[in-house]
């Protein structure tokens, strides 16, 4: 295990467990299949770092900025990354099937407006007010995740997986839903939407 990290380091398959770099800033440090437990990033700034293959397991990373940093094939569970502009990372190269993937974790007050990121995992987190408007969503997994306030706008959802998720409010007509996956009672939030009028069927002997 390892006891610290600073900027312009290159780390690989290393564990660090119960780091405090609250309000800290790491330039152009590199992790591959490195493994965060425990540790305290609040407000840190990661600028033009990559994380390749990691995971981040019970650690804060709220407010934390990530201007030009890469976030490919890395994993956070049962972590607080609260208020993050994900827009500011560097996505240019993530491929299919390599973005970040969240399990358990708090998430709301973030944004991920206009960024490309299919098959990404959402799972059993607390995603309130969170901007997911241009986003490309694709097959992506909202498996138990709580999407209390969270913004929809143009945001392709072809294929993902929200049969599982609750609070959300998706307006059809604004959105790519094809083949996407939804479950009742929560799916009547999508007619709610429309400019219809829903009526109760007659009971019999009526």
């Known amino acids: 295990m390892s006891s610290g990290i600073r900027s312009q ?38 600028r033009t770092c990559k994380f390749i293959n990691c995971i981040f397991q019970r650690c804060d990373l709220s407010l934390v900025q990530v201007p030009g940093s890469i976030f490919s094939r890395t994993r956070f569970e049962e972590s607080k990354l609260i208020g ?33 990121l299919p098959q990404i995992q959402i799972r059993d987190c607390a995603a309130l007010d969170v901007d997911f408007r241009e986003a490309d969503l694709s097959q992506a997994d909202f498996a138990g995740t709580d999407l209390s306030g969270s913004l929809f706008s143009n945001t392709n959802l072809t294929e ?23 479950s009742l009672p929560e799916a009547m939030s999508l007619l709610y939407s429309l400019d219809i009028d829903l009526i109760e069927p007659a009971s019999q002997g009526e």
């Open 9 to 46: 380091g290159h780390y690989t398959d290393q564990v660090f467990e119960g780091l405090n770099l609250e309000h800290a800033q790491l330039v152009a440090s590199e992790f591959y299949d490195c493994t965060f437990i425990g540790c305290a990033f609040a407000e840190c700034v990661f």
């Open 84 to 116: 993050i502009d994900w827009t500011r990372g560097d996505w240019a190269a993530t491929r299919l099937g390599d973005p970040i993937g969240f399990i358990t974790c708090a998430i709301s007050h973030s944004t991920f407006i206009g960024l490309g």
């Open 160 to 182: 993902a997986d929200l049969s599982a998720a609750r609070n959300y409010q998706i307006t059809p007509g604004q959105n790519i839903l094809k083949q996407a996956k939804f």
